[in-house]
Every structure is written in C-alpha cells, then in structure tokens.
C-alpha cells in the first residue's frame, strides 16, 4: 500500500554546489594570505645597510658582493638562513661566514679568514699556505702583514693540498 501525501526526499544538489564552492573559497584565501606574506616578507626583509667585520684581506664591498648574489641575495631573512655558521670552501683566505639579522634592511656580516703562515714565490707567482702547509691560494700579488719565507724547495704545487716539503716540520718552524 502507498501512503498519500508523503514525498520521497532527494539530496538537494545545492547543498554538494554550496561545499564546494567554500571550498574553492577557502584555497583562494589561503593562497591569497601566503603571496600577500610573502611579497610582504620579501620587500620588508630587503637589504639597504651591510655591516662587515673580521675581514682583512678582502674588502667589505667584496665580501659583500661575495654573499649577496642570487633572486634571494637582497633578503635578509634568507641571507641569515643561508650563511648560519657556514664553512666556505671556494674563496681563498676565507674559512666561514656568518650573516646576523640586525634590523628588517639591516644585517652584519662576520668574516672568519684562514690564518695565513707564510707564501712562497714558485713561477712568478706567490703561493700562500696556512700553518698546516696546505696552499691556500697562488696569486701573482704580494699580501701586506704575509711573511716571504725562502729556502723551501718543491716540484709542483696543487691548490688546497699541502705543500709539498721534504719535511713536514718546517711549518712549525715557520710559525
């Protein structure tokens, strides 16, 4: 027997239309509010003001156009991620870095540099070692403050390899 007066109920498809379009609504705003930071973090972060310290043998312009390169290079916040306590491998001279945030457009580079022990003149060029004997750099110019030792014989010399010498010793003789 069918009951007069009682209709079969449907899922209203406005309801499913209404799910989604908050949905859409949601990823809009979210996406809206991530851009918005960023642009905000990428222009309040710019960089106008470098403090160097701890350099002696390269300038500050030079370290700073060292350390400022990249889409990135003028933010502040990536600066300081990216040079926290990092060990620098391809600049002669120079050991680590540090970049410390110290306002929004501000940051203060420290220069750790490689303590040089002396260079030695092999091919009309000068070749500088540190207190281990491992060759730092060959460079065609004279240091101020490196000391010119002489009496070291050797064959070849390789960069970021120690100096070849019949005696290892000498290194701490030089010091």
Do not use: W
């Amino acid at each position: 027997m069918k009951q007069k007066g009682k209709r079969r109920e449907y899922p209203k498809k406005k309801k499913t239309y209404e799910k989604v379009l908050s949905a859409i609504a949601v990823i809009c705003v979210t996406v809206s509010i991530v851009f918005i930071t960023g642009l905000c973090l990428l222009e309040f972060f710019q960089v106008k003001t470098v403090y160097v310290e701890g350099n002696v043998h390269y300038s500050s312009s030079e370290i700073r156009d060292m350390i400022m390169v990249g889409d990135l290079g003028d933010n502040s916040i990536y600066l300081s991620l990216k040079y926290k306590n990092k060990t620098i491998e391809d600049v002669p001279f120079v050991s680590a870095m540090h970049v410390d945030i110290v306002s929004p457009d501000t940051i203060k580079i420290t220069v750790y540099e490689k303590t040089l022990a002396g260079c030695v003149e092999h091919l009309g060029e000068y070749v500088y070692f540190d207190r281990d004997g491992m060759v730092v750099e060959c460079s065609p110019n004279v240091t101020e403050g490196v000391p010119i030792v002489s009496g070291l014989t050797f064959d070849a010399v390789v960069l970021y390899e120690p100096l070849p010498v019949a005696n290892n010793s000498v290194f701490e003789t030089i010091l």
